[in-house]
């Protein structure tokens, strides 16, 4: 049996871990508040925006529009938003496994994709195991506003564009609630499941021409999904760190329980002990 | 007289949300003002300013291409980002301008210099917007 000092030690430490993870779950609480309120400043963009790609996409006949249209795909990329660190439960974890599961059921050669990521833990992951890693964003801060990303989005889009790749698929945590979230594969471009919303659809005037808006249009759109995507990944990432660091407190909250009650049972058998020996010292002394 | 409400918002979310007599924009195609009740349009924007008219006094926005959605008593702009003049962080702007034109003065490919044109064009924006020389 372990002596008292070690026991003690042990007690210490765990309390100590505890404050720090304690520390650390309240810290994610607060930056998932944050988090949610971004999320929240981005829905009027992203709806307005939807609005109208849908009034034109549905308005123009012709919707011949390179980034509408489907083409043979001759290779995939896969934009996968992870965070930049672990201690956040299964987070990371399972995005990568949806997504490195997918890629292996669709691809048989390294060839037919190439990967984005945003957030190092996928970044490491994929060019650790020799993917075609063709951009990435790492280092982002826990409230990223829009710049933060443009360049990369931006890039995605372009590269979709001039045909370096023929699909974008989209991987990230779906933030459901404070204590669920889901891995969501969305497919980015090309943009072929526009949310058509008839009723409100006004028709427009176009100026210059309902082509030359689609132009500007459906890149700053295809970007704003992959932000709404990274603020949504956000949110869950806080949200699921916020869990991992809670068990981690409620263990050692257990932990220092069970070692507690060993001590006590420790010091009252030296006690007893002790008694015993005094006892029967006295006794060999009559 | 008649108003409309305008909008101006962004990724990051609303900068801008309040009742105007008239909006001056720069479109692709030139200039455009906008009164209430005018025909729903959708225009793309270009990098520039957008003159907001207010009872008598105007404000100006900032704002980053995007484009804008008319509707007869709401106006809506959509864009990566704006900023009131109030909010330019015009030491930033200048910075960046300074940036881009030392690129530009560098004989570099046609791709990184069109970004830097266009982030001088950016920088020499807000700066415009926050000195109110426009």
């Known amino acids: 049996m372990a002596s008292l000092r070690d026991i003690k030690g042990k007690i210490t430490s765990t309390k100590k871990t505890s404050q720090i993870t304690k520390a650390m779950q309240m810290v994610s609480a607060s930056k998932l508040n944050r988090a949610e309120e971004n999320a929240k400043a981005y829905v009027p963009y992203m709806t307005k925006i939807q609005?109208?790609?849908?009034?034109?996409?549905?308005?123009?006949?012709d919707g011949a529009h390179p980034m509408l249209t489907s083409r043979p795909v001759k290779k995939t990329a896969y934009l996968v938003i992870t965070a930049d660190r672990g201690l956040a439960g299964a987070y990371n974890s399972n995005i990568i496994r949806a997504a490195s599961n997918a890629i292996a059921e669709r691809h048989s050669s390294k060839d037919?994709?190439?990967?984005?990521?945003?957030?190092?833990?996928?970044?490491?992951?994929?060019?650790?195991?020799?993917?075609?890693?063709i951009g990435e964003v790492i280092g982002l801060p826990d409230q990223p506003a829009f710049s933060d990303i443009k360049e990369i989005a931006r890039r995605a889009v372009g590269m979709f564009t001039d045909g370096t790749y023929d699909e974008l698929y989209m991987y990230y945590n779906h933030f459901v609630s404070a204590i669920s979230s889901e891995v969501t594969e969305k497919k980015v471009l090309p943009l072929t499941d526009l949310a058509v919303e008839t009723g409100t659809t006004a028709s427009y005037e176009f100026d210059p021409s309902a082509e030359a808006i689609l132009e500007v249009l459906l890149p700053q759109y295809a970007e704003s999904l992959i932000f709404g995507a990274l603020l949504d990944g956000k949110a869950s990432e806080h949200a699921m760190r916020m869990s991992a660091m809670k068990s981690a407190t409620d263990n050692a909250t257990d932990l220092i329980g069970n070692l507690t009650l060993v001590y006590n049972r420790a010091r009252q058998a030296a006690i007893t002990q002790e008694i015993t020996e005094i006892v029967g010292g006295a006794a060999a002394l009559d | 007289m008649k108003t409309l409400t305008v909008n101006i918002v962004t990724p990051d979310g609303p900068v801008y949300d309040s009742e105007v007599d008239m909006i001056i924009a720069k479109t692709a195609s030139g200039e455009i003002g906008i009164l209430p009740g005018h025909i729903p349009t959708v225009a793309p924007l270009v990098i520039g300013a957008v003159k907001l008219k207010k009872a008598g006094k105007s404000e100006y926005v900032a704002v980053n291409g995007g484009f804008v959605e008319v509707r007869p008593e709401k106006v809506s702009i959509l864009t990566q980002s704006a900023e009131v003049a109030s909010d330019i962080d015009v030491a930033r702007a200048k910075e960046s301008m300074k940036r881009a034109e030392q690129r530009l003065q560098g004989k570099t490919d046609a791709l990184d210099s069109s970004r830097a044109e266009l982030s001088l064009k950016r920088a020499m924006n807000r700066i415009n917007v926050y000195e109110g020389n426009i």
């Open chain 1, 51 to 61: 609005e109208v790609v849908g009034a034109i996409a549905t308005g123009t006949s």
């Open chain 1, 112 to 133: 037919e994709y190439v990967i984005l990521a945003i957030g190092r833990m996928g970044r490491d992951f994929f060019s650790k195991r020799g993917s075609n890693v």
